[in-house]
């Protein structure tokens, strides 16, 4: 069997890893399929485990899709003297572009503004260009050292000139020039979903709808899991199960706390404390701002990012406390007012909600401390085993999930004794052999299929090698080469691919995640959302009702993300987003009282 065909989750698949969750054994449980825990699964099955990954909703449902769509260094940690964070990202960016996903992390060039006056503003002038000039310098250096192989491009000075003329949209006045350098773009979802169908290729278990909601002890040591599969009909005796195993790896995010709670009964208080920090992002068409690079902002706060997005560009992020709903975290107008403000500063064509495409919100896990601001708070993660049998792992950043998730899977392999050191530096993802070839011939693959080169490019980008298995599925059905209906950027294969290789089972996991048809169209892909159902149906066997209740729940989703927009602050916003129920059979992870609902817990 290829590679490909090993990490296909289709719904057969599902149904047999079902199966096994609920007969076997396993050496490792992950719980949690964002970016951490499908790198767990992934390094723990590439070591040779008997590996298992329940995820509750959708792979990178949570936090994993909703970044800057950024593997980077984090040029600001240099300022904070953190050397080796940065020296750790660096490193993971260059392995991540150049070994083990080519084909989705690529370099995207940015612009650091510098701010001037006239010549009595001059010594300042020369010192902020030596500041941010031996920053970026720095940061390439330790890039070039540790990078494992640099991947992207060095920083180059511009004179206002010059920066103008790459971004063309900067304003003139109270500009003195412009540093350029490079940073790594990832469509953050899709190198989740590029996870952990690596990790089925190599035999583990992935199954997502499946929530855990409890654990399973023999005395004092953690045995297994309770499992419910929140796809099994009302009433069926199958919808709730026990994964047994050896270890336990919670990757929950900013859903740690809840790990913890299920251990209050037997008095024990893991020493983990995450804290949730809202970031906000717009997206805004490509015509709305002239420009070839994006651009890095210090704010009073935080640090702004606008990012070029294929036709779009992406502003953000804020950085606020956040104690509200997990599941759904909301961008007030307040979020959204905050960031056109800061863009605009620099803009020399304001920008307004007329422009905004789409609106996103993500929770950051941050492990608390004693700062008072979130952006203040350490982007380091850390490992702990509250209970024997059982690992947390929390905090972090997206760029460093590979070393998250070798760290906790290091901790299980020294309770599991003889298990090899990990392989995943080593181990392309998914997608990525071959690559660089099938690039280089895409006018060749274009001809033989019968598509525009064009095509063969967007298909390479998001899919690498596995773009053959989308050539196959149009050479065998040529309507699938159409446009999706609303997303013209999208073709209808993918929405097909999604739900027989990757694991869709809902029309928002396509429409959000397998594509961002939810945040780069203006309709948020309500226009997109028949199409998308009749195609997935196909797929899924979706009759006409099934269909209908798919469409109208995302309508209601849709429709209370822009009401939550319209809300001046996080509590109205998030009252209006919580409006539309989740898809999958449980309403929000609160208690009537706003807090998270407390997880049963058994034991034997």
Same mark, same amino acid.
């Given at each position: 069997?290829?590679?490909?065909?090993?990490?296909?989750?289709?719904?057969?698949?599902?149904?047999?890893?079902?199966?096994?969750?609920?007969?076997?054994?396993?050496?490792?449980?992950?719980?949690?399929?964002?970016?951490?825990?499908?790198?767990?699964?992934?390094?723990?099955?590439?070591?040779?485990?008997?590996?298992?990954?329940?995820?509750?909703?959708?792979?990178?449902?949570?936090?994993?899709?909703?970044?800057?769509?950024?593997?980077?260094?984090?040029?600001?940690?240099?300022?904070?003297?953190?050397?080796?964070?940065?020296?750790?990202?660096?490193?993971?960016?260059?392995?991540?572009?150049?070994?083990?996903?080519?084909?989705?992390?690529?370099?995207?060039?940015?612009?650091?503004?510098?701010?001037?006056?006239?010549?009595?503003?001059?010594?300042?002038?020369?010192?902020?260009?030596?500041?941010?000039?031996?920053?970026?310098?720095?940061?390439?250096?330790?890039?070039?050292?540790?990078?494992?192989?640099?991947?992207?491009?060095?920083?180059?000075?511009?004179?206002?000139?010059?920066?103008?003329?790459?971004?063309?949209?900067?304003?003139?006045?109270?500009?003195?020039?412009?540093?350029?350098?490079?940073?790594?773009?990832?469509?953050?979802?899709?190198?989740?979903?590029?996870?952990?169908?690596?990790?089925?290729?190599?035999?583990?278990?992935?199954?997502? &709808?499946?929530?855990?909601?409890?654990?399973?002890?023999?005395?004092?040591?953690?045995?297994?899991?309770?499992?419910?599969?929140?796809?099994?009909?009302?009433? &069926?005796?199958?919808?709730?199960?026990?994964?047994?195993?050896?270890?336990?790896?919670?990757?929950?995010?900013?859903?740690?706390?809840?790990?913890?709670?299920?251990?209050?009964?037997?008095?024990?208080?893991?020493?983990?404390?995450?804290?949730? &920090?809202?970031?906000?992002?717009?997206?805004?068409?490509?015509?709305?701002?002239?420009?070839?690079?994006?651009?890095?902002?210090?704010?009073?706060?935080?640090?702004?990012?606008?990012?070029?997005?294929?036709?779009?560009?992406?502003?953000?992020?804020?950085?606020?406390?956040?104690?509200?709903?997990?599941?759904?975290?909301?961008?007030?107008?307040?979020?959204?007012?905050?960031?056109?403000?800061?863009?605009?500063?620099?803009?020399?064509?304001?920008?307004?909600?007329?422009?905004?495409?789409?609106?996103?919100?993500?929770?950051?896990?941050?492990?608390?401390?004693?700062?008072?601001?979130?952006?203040?708070?350490?982007?380091?993660?850390?490992?702990?085993?509250?209970?024997?049998?059982?690992?947390?792992?929390?905090?972090?950043?997206?760029?460093?999930?590979?070393?998250?998730?070798?760290?906790?899977?290091?901790?299980?392999?020294?309770?599991?004794? &003889?298990?090899?050191?990990?392989?995943?530096?080593?181990?392309?993802?998914?997608?990525?052999?071959?690559?660089?070839?099938?690039?280089?011939?895409?006018?060749?693959?274009?001809?033989?299929?019968?598509?525009?080169?064009?095509?063969?490019?967007?298909?390479?980008?998001?899919?690498?090698?596995?773009?053959?298995?989308?050539?196959?599925?149009?050479?065998?059905?040529?309507?699938?080469?159409?446009?999706?209906?609303?997303?013209?950027?999208?073709?209808?294969?993918?929405?097909?691919?999604?739900?027989?290789?990757?694991?869709?089972?809902?029309?928002?996991?396509?429409?959000?995640?397998?594509?961002?048809?939810?945040?780069?169209?203006?309709?948020?892909?309500?226009?997109?959302?028949?199409?998308?159902?009749?195609?997935?149906?196909?797929?899924?066997?979706?009759?006409?009702?099934?269909?209908?209740?798919?469409?109208?729940?995302?309508?209601?989703?849709?429709?209370?993300?822009?009401?939550?927009?319209?809300?001046?602050?996080?509590?109205?916003?998030?009252?209006?987003?919580?409006?539309?129920?989740?898809?999958?059979?449980?309403?929000?992870?609160?208690?009537?009282?706003?807090?998270?609902?407390?997880?049963?817990?058994?034991?034997?």
């Amino acid at each position: 069997m290829s590679r490909a065909t090993a990490s296909q989750l289709s719904p057969q698949r599902r149904a047999a890893d079902l199966r096994r969750l609920a007969a076997e054994r396993f050496d490792v449980l992950v719980i949690g399929g964002g970016v951490t825990g499908a790198g767990a699964a992934l390094d723990a099955a590439s070591r040779g485990l008997k590996v298992a990954l329940v995820e509750a909703r959708d792979y990178a449902a949570g936090t994993s899709s909703r970044s800057s769509k950024l593997i980077h260094g984090g040029l600001r940690y240099l300022e904070q003297l953190e050397f080796h964070l940065v020296h750790e990202a660096l490193t993971e960016r260059g392995l991540l572009a150049t070994r083990l996903a080519p084909h989705l992390v690529r370099p995207v060039p940015f612009l650091v503004p510098l701010p001037g006056g006239g010549l009595r503003d001059l010594p300042a002038r020369l010192f902020r260009r030596s500041y941010y000039g031996a920053g970026v310098a720095t940061y390439d250096a330790f890039a070039g050292v540790f990078g494992g192989g640099r991947g992207m491009p060095l920083h180059r000075h511009l004179t206002r000139e010059g920066a103008r003329r790459v971004f063309p949209s900067l304003k003139a006045e109270g500009l003195a020039g412009a540093i350029r350098y490079y940073d790594g773009q990832v469509d953050d979802a899709r190198l989740v979903v590029t996870l952990a169908r690596t990790a089925a290729s190599l035999g583990a278990t992935v199954v997502t &709808s499946a929530r855990a909601v409890g654990l399973i002890r023999q005395a004092r040591e953690v045995t297994g899991v309770r499992v419910r599969d929140l796809e099994a009909p009302a009433g &069926s005796p199958d919808a709730e199960f026990e994964v047994r195993a050896r270890t336990v790896i919670a990757a929950t995010g900013v859903w740690s706390d809840d790990m913890s709670r299920m251990l209050n009964d037997v008095g024990l208080r893991p020493g983990i404390r995450v804290r949730a &920090s809202k970031g906000v992002h717009l997206v805004v068409p490509r015509s709305a701002i002239t420009g070839e690079t994006g651009l890095i902002l210090r704010t009073a706060t935080s640090v702004l990012f606008v990012i070029p997005w294929g036709g779009h560009w992406i502003i953000g992020t804020t950085d606020t406390d956040w104690q509200l709903d997990r599941s759904h975290p909301a961008a007030s107008a307040r979020d959204i007012e905050y960031l056109l403000a800061q863009v605009n500063s620099v803009l020399d064509r304001p920008l307004t909600t007329a422009d905004i495409e789409g609106v996103y919100a993500g929770l950051r896990p941050l492990l608390a401390g004693e700062a008072d601001s979130t952006s203040k708070l350490s982007r380091e993660h850390a490992v702990f085993e509250p209970m024997l049998g059982l690992l947390l792992v929390a905090g972090g950043k997206y760029t460093t999930y590979r070393v998250m998730a070798s760290d906790v899977v290091d901790r299980a392999a020294h309770r599991l004794g &003889s298990v090899r050191p990990s392989r995943t530096a080593d181990l392309p993802l998914l997608g990525a052999d071959g690559y660089a070839a099938l690039w280089r011939d895409r006018a060749d693959l274009a001809r033989r299929h019968g598509v525009p080169v064009g095509v063969v490019e967007h298909l390479l980008e998001r899919y690498g090698n596995l773009t053959l298995d989308l050539l196959a599925l149009i050479d065998a059905d040529p309507l699938l080469a159409s446009p999706l209906a609303g997303a013209p950027e999208y073709l209808a294969a993918e929405v097909t691919y999604a739900a027989s290789a990757e694991g869709a089972l809902h029309l928002e996991d396509v429409l959000t995640r397998r594509t961002r048809i939810s945040i780069e169209t203006t309709h948020r892909g309500l226009e997109s959302a028949e199409h998308t159902a009749e195609l997935m149906g196909a797929v899924l066997g979706w009759d006409a009702e099934v269909r209908a209740r798919e469409v109208a729940h995302y309508r209601a989703r849709v429709a209370a993300e822009r009401n939550s927009q319209l809300m001046p602050d996080d509590a109205t916003a998030d009252a209006a987003r919580v409006g539309a129920p989740d898809v999958r059979g449980f309403a929000a992870d609160r208690g009537a009282d706003g807090d998270p609902v407390e997880l049963p817990s058994s034991s034997r």
